[in-house]
């Protein structure tokens, strides 16, 4: 059975769909798709592309990890890197995709899940849209199929009255499809994924057919793997996947180059004035942050108890926005220790008693004992007296 | 490539030709020992020289001991300085150790050709783990010459190279098979049938690198290859042309060079030489991955051990022993991720233009096929797979270990003889031979080996007196033998493992016990691991109990022990640390808790206290000036603050209530008023009975608690008026608390308790007005002179007149 590409969308839960056929880039998308943004390096990477492409690929493996990892093609396109970590993991992700095996993304927030996987969509086959938004909220019908009611109604089940999810048309269509939060979703309807994922197949019992995937169709989806209250995947799903956590920037140069960029751009659209002492104080916040997260300090001297939020670098870059906020309006326009305490004190205690524990350590055996910042160290005892 | 005197001739089908045959290998390489076996096998030499320590010939007949098992490593030492040596690591897959066997094995005469151990320890700076020569990287003038050939071959990773043209080329043909595992490919020099051509390819390029580098920074290795030229030529007298050298491939274009004999022996002559001996010792498998020390650098040896054992399909067989690891440690792995683990392994290499899958490969599958992303059984699968637990094994029949000898010379000198019969030692600490002894007997008692036992010490001996039970039975030999391992003498062994232990305990407690013992033994070399560990075992304890329990001895040994010159900077700044961690998490530990756990905690305070008082007040901070803080810095104040905490804590159980107070007024730090303040608060109407008791407990129990009363009648009454105030049905329960409280007074204090109860609080002192309860307005002169004489006879002077 084949799937109709083009049924109006009667709003069956978080799907976004733009069918191929009309995804000629809108003039003046706010944020064009991947494989529009990119459109030349990837009609490069094809041309420049002679090794063998598994079916229905727009690009080879090692083209899809250059794409991602950056280069310069021999014609002397330069390729710019979408992704910048370990090479390892690109090479593992794309490898799974080639293999009949879904892919996995976990990581804290802010490493970058959801900007591969879009990258990867778009570079192995050439549409990143097939996308079903994982919340609390979303049905089965958003990762199998809903009925147009209204033809249902009038005409009774039939192919025509099926509304497919981006699932079913990717699997129609030998394509990616992406599921994002994948933890988010309710367990009842992650689990409709295994048979997709183990059979390769959608059955449609009200029509007596089913919808079997062609040669390159996979799923990558997306989790994040530290937060709490989110539904496990179970033991039966997780066999489907292949993980690969993306990890927390390596070296505290790159978070904190990170962070400064990221603040700028936010500050900016919030139209925050850019204050002086900016990258100093970024850099002691991210000190702050890896020192706790990885449980030792930069030096790798002292072992650290490491409190129990995750530290991700998208809170370090919530608290920086959110002292440049309070040096902006209620400060004297320089960014100060004493505009961060809080917002470093509100990060890192999650849980009143153990965290306490924990940060009047780190105060009182790693900051106050370090040059230079006694100035961190007053303003941090008082907001936690 | 005039320089070779083994330019590639045309070869026979047998593969012989003239000359001798060179096999240059990495050492540990599998794919070198194959490549080394097969070479033997085709070329059948009548004699096989390997490069080892020329003395070693002696031990070759141990080689065919079933009871040599490999990891093993060649042990030189010096005989009258066991500490000094150099080990010699072959593990199963070296290409020493396969060639060595193959030649056993056959009866074919094995050489030992490189320069004597004898010269190589008596230079001043014996090097450690010298098989491992190719692998060094420890001096900037150093080139690397497998660096060099990746490099010239386009690759940036050496060890990947390495892997993917010589160690994974073939590993799936069985020793000895000649079918070539791979289609030849025209881009690759080293991909040919011929089990020599290899070694001829590898010779080349080494010469044509040492054409350009010379000895590229190993100025000794001129030195070592004229020995193993002359044992060459010694050989080829002996055995004709057909023999076979085993040596580092560097080595290969030097014992091809013709050089003179004369020149040769000019080169060793004038070589200082020690009196030495050689041994099998076992070997470990992570001793092997050790990049230092002892260690051969050999990241995976276990991943190694896998590719030469394995009969065919090394990777499957690989995820197989992965999987069945994980599931032995509870995770569920199926056949089914099996399968996927080898199909991304594959793809992977694939992907990265590799011949087959290496360990870097199958490390990433593994990882988000069977481990979920996670590096955690990714641990688990390294420690144990990829490095691995082997251990090796040595025949009774080699010579004795040099840690044998040391502690048979320090028993002679220390004129302590092992005999089977048990008998008793009282040590006096004092003197240096007794202390040398307890030293010694500490130490073996750390390396396993227990000869002697502590005895409890006789009645009345202080604590410069130890006492031993020792007995030395014969199983003990075997133990001294087993620690070999971890040295050449008792100290250094004591040391090695001491190290070890506290890298591996669990609990602070156990490390804190580690640190006393290695103070005992006088091992001041061990203590900054063990501190360390302790320090990170500190750091993250979540459970102050641990630390407060740990503090104490650690006070100790910084105050009364003797550290025997060691670093105590490093000792005290733990204890500091230990003692900060305390003054922060102590607060919270003590609230909610029962009546034992407060029990508990009201001890653990008490020598928490005392040990900071031991510490004493840390070194006023350099720069006062610089450092307007809020509150108080200095360890005491710290403490104090705590105390003041748990004095007026709200939750904060009774008992350690009051005992905080009573600490506070032991110290001077709260005055008379303040007391009072915290007595009636906690003896208020609205405090629970029970709690109140609790608190009176803990303030006035224990030793000195009733003279505080009655020297201070306030408090005195204020306890009495709280006890007036008990209601009847209260009071039953906190009867025994209070029978325990002030019946542990002495009797002399709890008469002067009655009496002053007695005559009641208004009739201490009748009329007058005195602002203290107990004590008049001023002194009373005639009263106080009356102490006078007994003073003077005390101090023993002459009363004046």
């Known amino acids: 059975m084949t799937v109709p590409e083009t049924i109006p969308q009667p709003g069956a839960g978080a799907v976004t769909d733009t069918g191929p056929g009309r995804a000629e880039p809108a003039a003046e998308a706010l944020r064009p798709h991947a494989e529009h943004a990119f459109a030349h390096e990837l009609a490069a990477l094809a041309a420049a592309d002679d090794h063998p492409r598994p079916a229905r690929w727009r690009l080879s493996p090692r083209a899809v990890a250059t794409y991602l990892l950056g280069g310069t093609l021999p014609g002397g396109t330069v390729i710019t890197p979408k992704y910048v970590g370990p090479r390892r993991i690109v090479e593992v992700a794309v490898t799974t995709l080639a293999t009949d095996r879904a892919l996995l993304l976990l990581g804290v927030p802010g ?34 199929y809903g009925w147009n009611y209204a033809r249902l109604l009038a005409e009774g089940p039939s192919r025509a009255a099926l509304v497919p999810s981006p699932v079913m048309r990717a699997m129609d269509r030998g394509a990616t499809a992406r599921v994002e939060e994948l933890t988010r979703i309710p367990a009842d309807v992650q689990d409709t994924l295994i048979t997709i994922l183990s059979e390769k197949t959608l059955p449609v019992p009200e029509l007596g057919e089913e919808v079997q995937a062609v040669p390159g169709f996979n799923l990558i989806a997306t989790a994040n793997d530290r937060d709490r209250g989110v539904n496990e995947l179970s033991s039966a799903l997780r066999r489907r996947f292949n993980t690969v956590v993306l990890p927390l920037p390596a070296t505290a140069e790159d978070e904190v180059d990170i962070v400064a960029r990221r603040v700028d751009q936010l500050g900016r659209s919030l139209e925050l004035p850019s204050l002086p002492g900016g990258v100093e104080e970024i850099r002691r916040v991210v000190t702050v942050f890896r020192e706790l997260r990885d449980g030792v300090t930069a030096d790798g001297r002292t072992r650290l108890k490491s409190p129990s939020g995750t530290l991700s670098t998208a809170e370090a870059i919530s608290v920086v926005t959110g002292g440049l906020a309070l040096a902006a309006h209620f400060g004297d326009g320089v960014l100060r220790p004493s505009d961060l305490a809080a917002g470093i004190l509100g990060a890192v205690v999650r849980d009143p008693a153990a965290d306490r524990v924990v940060w009047q350590e780190y105060l009182e055996t790693v900051v106050r004992e370090r040059d230079g910042w006694k100035d961190l160290y007053r303003a941090c005892r008082e907001v936690s007296a | ?394 025949p009774a029949a080699a010579p004795a270990v040099p840690l044998q000898r040391d502690l048979d010379r320090l028993q002679r000198s220390l004129r302590l003889k092992p005999c089977a019969e048990e008998r008793e030692l009282d040590l006096d600490l004092r003197g240096e031979t007794d202390a040398a002894r307890s030293r010694l007997l500490h130490r073996l008692r750390l390396l396993g080996v227990d000869w002697g036992e502590p005895a409890a010490g006789r009645a009345g001996t202080g604590t410069f007196r130890e006492s031993w039970r020792l007995r030395w039975q ?144 840390r070194t006023p901070d350099p720069t006062p000036e610089a450092d307007p803080l809020p509150g108080p810095v200095g360890l005491p104040d710290r403490w104090a603050g705590v105390l003041r905490r748990l004095a007026g ?22 005055g008379g008023e303040e007391t009072a303040r915290l007595m009636g608060l906690a003896l208020s109407p609205g405090a629970p009975a029970a709690d109140a008791a609790a608190w009176t407990e803990g303030f006035v129990g224990g030793t000195g608690g009733g003279l505080l009363l009655v020297h201070d009648e306030r408090l005195l009454s204020l306890l009495d008026d709280w006890l007036a105030r008990v209601p009847a049905e209260a009071f039953t329960d906190v009867l025994p608390l209070l029978r325990r409280t002030f019946g542990g007074y002495e009797p002399g204090v709890r008469r002067a308790l009655g009496e002053l109860v007695a005559r009641g609080p208004g009739a201490a002192a009748p009329g007058s007005a005195a602002p203290v309860p107990g004590f008049a307005d001023a002194l009373d002169g005639a009263r106080a002179d009356a102490v006078l004489p007994l003073l003077h006879l005390v101090l023993g002077q002459e009363a004046p007149a």
């Open chain 2, 474 to 617: 014969p199983e003990l030999h075997v133990r001294v033998a087993e620690a070999g391992v971890w040295g050449t003498t008792v100290e250094a062994a004591a040391t090695a493992r001491a190290a070890s232990h506290a890298r591996a305990a669990d609990s602070l407690g156990e490390i804190t016990a580690l640190a006393e013992r290695c103070l005992l033994g006088g091992l001041g070399d061990a203590l900054p691991a063990v501190l360390g560990a302790l320090a990170d075992r500190a750091a993250l304890d979540t459970d102050v109990a641990h630390l407060a329990d740990a503090l104490p001895a650690l006070a100790r040994s910084l105050r009364y022990g003797d550290v025997r010159g060691t670093d105590t900077g490093a000792l005290a700044d733990v204890a500091a640390g230990l003692a900060e961690r305390i003054c922060v998490g102590l607060p919270p530990a003590c609230a909610h808790l029962d009546p034992d756990a407060a029990a508990r905690m009201r001890a653990r305070l008490e020598t928490v206290h005392t040990a900071i008082g031991l510490l004493g007040p």
């Open chain 2, 649 to 670: 804590g709200e939750r904060v159980a009774g008992e350690v209530r009051g005992r905080a107070a009573r600490l506070l007024v032991d110290e001077g730090w709260n």
């Open chain 2, 1 to 394: 490539m005039t320089a070779l005197a083994t330019a590639p001739a045309p070869a026979d089908h047998r593969g012989r030709r003239p000359g001798p045959l060179l096999l240059g290998v990495r050492h540990h390489g599998p794919g070198s020992a194959r490549g080394v076996l097969a070479a033997l096998e085709a070329t059948r030499p009548d004699a096989v020289l390997i490069e080892g320590p020329a003395e070693a010939d002696g031990l070759v007949a141990l080689a065919a001991d079933p009871g040599l098992r490999p990891p093993v490593a060649l042990l030189a030492h010096a005989v009258d300085d066991p500490g000094r040596a150099a080990f010699w690591p072959f593990a199963a897959f070296s290409p020493e150790w396969a060639a060595l066997r193959w030649a056993v094995d056959r009866g074919v005469p094995v050489r030992f050709v490189d320069l004597p151990a004898a010269h190589t320890l008596a230079a001043a700076d014996p090097s450690w783990g010298e098989a491992g020569d190719e692998d060094e990287f420890d001096g900037g003038a150093r080139i690397d010459p497998l660096a060099e050939l990746a490099r010239a071959a386009g690759h940036e990773d050496p060890e990947r190279w390495w892997e993917d043209v010589v160690e994974l080329r073939g590993a799936a043909a069985p020793p000895g098979s000649h079918a070539p595992p791979d289609p030849p490919d025209a881009r690759d020099p080293l991909a040919v049938f011929d089990p020599l051509a290899v070694f001829d390819a590898l010779a080349d390029a080494m010469a044509a690198l040492r054409e350009r580098h010379g000895d590229g920074g190993h100025p000794r290795d001129a030195v070592r290859e004229a020995h193993m030229r002359l044992r060459l030529r010694e050989a080829r007298k002996e055995f004709g042309d057909a023999v076979a050298v085993v040596c580092g491939a560097w080595h290969v274009p030097a014992l091809a060079r013709r050089t003179t004999v004369t020149a040769d022996r000019a080169l060793l002559r004038g070589l200082p030489r020690v009196k030495t001996e050689l041994t099998w010792v076992p070997w470990t498998h992570r001793r092997l991955a050790r990049r230092s020390g002892y260690g051969a650098g050999i990241e995976s040896p276990g991943w190694y051990a896998h590719l030469h054992s394995a009969p065919d399909r090394p990777v499957e067989r690989w995820m197989t022993e992965v999987a069945g690891l994980l599931r032995g440690a509870g995770h569920p792995v199926s056949p089914a991720h099996v399968i996927e683990a080898v199909r991304l392994a594959e793809g992977l290499a694939a992907l990265r233009g590799r011949p087959r899958p290496g360990l870097d490969e199958t490390t990433d599958a593994v990882r988000a096929v069977l481990c979920d992303g996670s590096d955690v059984p990714l641990a688990l699968v390294r420690d144990r797979l990829v490095v691995g637990d082997v251990l090796g094994e040595v």
């Open chain 1, 111 to 144: 490493t970058a899940k959801t900007w591969v996987s879009e990258h990867l969509a778009a570079a192995v086959s050439g549409d990143s849209t097939l996308l079903v938004q994982g919340t609390a909220g979303t049905p089965e019908e958003a990762v199998r």
